[in-house]
């Protein structure tokens, strides 16, 4: 049997991204039919890369977890897997790629697909099926999905999140080197006292984003008709209306970019119609 050389696409972004790289990691450190790897993280804006250029640069395995590209590359992926010319994996939970995959015909890529959770815990599915998902990587998938009923968000989920980002960042190599030891099988201890550490945390952001709403933020109206709120900001996520969010049906975060570049993201609390 080929040994098998594999690059690992990640979203490099947030912890969905990261987390599920280093399971892929942890995965092909443990397992034998793989001589090296190589990381490539990515996030939508960037150059995407050439399918054809994984196979020049030697590896003959593609693994690509929390992210996809547009249909024509995907293609190239599928056309690269039926050939025989790399193993290709793809773990995401997106649902606009997915559908994209049952319109465009790469819904048979071997990995996981699904809308329940995130990538990190489809990747971990998908790689130790026999072994209990980790509570860290429970707890993260529950965050990315925004699935406020699972555990206690405001009590674990989102100071789980604060912690990490204070120590780590979203440093790859940092959370590899830390994945097996002290994050991956954490003890209760350890769990405890990151939960604790990121309350404080949150405590602190909350009354900055208080006070940035009520400086800063602007009344919308979206598809005219919805109640929305907006604000300018370096965060990607609605938790700068915390302390509005129940008196508005849509939350809109603009991000700069660049040069007349700028990102818009519409936020929808559960439940909302």
């Known amino acids: 049997m080929q040994q098998k050389n594999s690059i690992v696409i990640y979203h490099r972004v947030d912890f969905d991204g990261l987390f599920s790289s280093a399971i ?6 443990e397992c034998s039919d793989y001589v090296g790897y190589d990381l490539f993280g990515y996030t939508y804006g ?25 249909t024509e590359v995907m293609l190239k992926y599928r056309d690269l897997c039926l050939s025989d010319q790399a193993e290709v994996i793809w ?5 606009t790629a997915i559908d994209d995959s049952f319109k465009n015909g790469y819904s048979d890529l071997p990995g996981l697909r699904g809308l329940d959770v995130a990538a990190c815990e489809y990747s971990w599915m998908f790689f130790y099926p026999k072994t ?17 009923m699972r555990f206690d968000w405001s009590g674990a989920v989102f100071p789980i999140q604060l912690a ?3 120590k ?9 080197k830390d994945f097996s030891n002290n994050l991956v099988y954490m003890n209760s201890d350890q769990f405890y006292n990151i939960v604790e550490s990121g309350k404080l945390i949150c405590k602190y952001l909350e009354r900055t984003w208080k006070a940035a709403v009520k400086t800063y933020s602007f009344e919308i109206q979206v598809a005219g008709k919805f109640r ?14 915390n302390s509005v969010i129940e008196d508005y049906d849509v939350c809109c975060v603009v991000n700069r970019r660049g040069p007349n570049q700028y990102s818009c993201s519409l936020y929808v609390e559960p439940g909302k119609d």
Not at 48 to 64: A, K, Q, T, V
Not at 91 to 95: A, E, K, R
């Open 24 to 29: 892929v990691e942890k995965f092909i450190n």
């Open 46 to 70: 960037d150059e995407i890369p050439d399918p054809l250029m994984w196979l020049e640069r030697g590896y003959n395995s593609i693994i690509m977890v929390d992210i996809s590209f547009p």
């Open 91 to 95: 773990i995401d939970h997106h649902v």
């Open 132 to 148: 209990q998902i980790p509570s860290i990587i429970q707890y993260l998938s529950a965050y990315d999905t925004w699935n406020k």
């Open 168 to 176: 780590y960042g979203l440093n790859q190599e940092s959370i590899s």
């Open 228 to 241: 929305g709120i907006a604000i300018m900001s370096t965060e990607f996520s609605s938790n700068t209306f």
């Open 164 to 166: 990490l980002k204070a």
